[in-house]
């Protein structure tokens, strides 16, 4: 770009945002513009960019693939981005230039180019089932799935509490995949409560949360948490056992390692165990990406119910991809 009317350009500020309710605020001095580029690393038929001007919405639009966007000396106040379905990592790149109105009317351009190859590192935070299309230039991803909780047993009518529901086993693979390829990802629902009263009933197994190639192979399994049973007359009831981990056979995995759910604990919900740092798992922003998932409290045990009260619903489970690092 020519330098023509362009009295000062300041430093690139590159940011990490998420694709949720992002609000790229572009407040500044009289004559100063912005040139921005969003890189989506990743297609996503939800995502919506709204742009305003002085407060007032001046254009809108919906990205369904890989997309890089670059604004160059716009005078948009606001940019704001929203997938309501998913929750993954966009990169912003702004930098703020001080231009003369001449400049504006000669350079201001938006322009849209499809990327063909994914570069960087993204993510996608999966909370009910849906397919998912492999970024262009992603031959490798990293996936943890967290299975649903167990609900927790009835209370008897009287005297004893139910059982509490066990949690979501937590599973972590690295696979090798093919850009393009669709995956189906299932997220695995929390189990119902037990019915407090004379006749407790036990807690409902909670879903698996799995992650399947085009061809029904598993790439990543997380098993479900087990429901508590119900009191009787004579004693609370049993705390669900916690789940086994099954690791994946699927020839696209190059790595997996998982921990089984936690047991459940009476009246206290089991929480979903946490993946060790270090040598287990290759990865550099691991704690960013699993403290998400515990922040939701996924796939955790419902508490078993109080006397005469019914148990507490499991946490649904929850699928986390990421790439490049």
């Excluded at 606001?78 to 997938?83: A, K």
């Excluded at 190059?254 to 047991?263: D, E, M, N, Q, V």
């Excluded at 109080?306 to 507490?312: F, H, L, P, T």
């Amino acid at each position: 770009m020519s330098t023509k009317g362009i009295l000062s350009v300041g430093t690139p500020q590159i940011k990490v945002v998420p694709s949720q309710n992002t609000v790229i605020d572009l407040k500044r001095d009289p004559g100063y513009y912005a040139n921005i580029k969003i890189i989506i690393n990743y297609p996503s038929p939800y995502m919506t960019i709204s742009e305003y001007t002085s407060g007032n919405l001046r254009n809108s639009y919906t990205i369904d693939r890989p997309y890089q966007i670059t604004y160059i000396l716009t005078d948009d106040d606001q940019i704001t981005l929203n997938d309501p379905n998913n929750n993954y990592d966009v990169v912003v790149v702004v930098q703020f230039v001080q231009a003369t109105p001449e400049a504006v009317m000669l350079y201001r351009d938006v322009r849209f180019k499809a990327l063909p190859v994914t570069k960087g590192f993204g993510s996608v935070i999966f909370t009910a089932s849906q397919n998912w299309q492999v970024p262009s230039g992603v031959h490798k991803i990293k996936i943890i799935a967290i299975g649903g909780g167990g609900g927790g047993g009835g209370g008897y009518s009287s005297t004893y509490t139910g059982g509490g529901g066990g949690s979501g086993q937590i599973m972590y693979s690295e696979v090798f995949v093919e850009p393009g390829t669709t995956l189906s990802v299932i997220v695995g629902a929390g189990g119902i409560g037990g019915t407090g009263g004379a006749s407790p009933t036990a807690g409902g197994n909670g879903g698996a949360s799995t992650v399947s190639d085009p061809n029904g192979n598993n790439l990543c399994v997380g098993l479900p948490g087990l429901g508590g049973g119900g009191a009787t007359s004579t004693a609370n009831g049993a705390n669900a056992p916690a789940a086994n981990v099954v690791p994946s056979v699927s020839p696209e995995v190059i790595g997996a390692f998982g921990l089984p759910g936690s047991a459940g604990n009476g009246l206290y919900p089991a929480s979903a165990p946490v993946l060790p740092i270090g040598n287990v798992v290759s990865t550099t922003n691991i704690q960013t990406i699993a403290y998400k998932a515990s922040a939701t409290n996924s796939g955790a045990g419902g508490a078993g119910g109080a006397v005469n009260s019914n148990g507490n619903p499991g946490q649904p489970g929850e699928v986390i991809i990421w790439w490049g690092d």
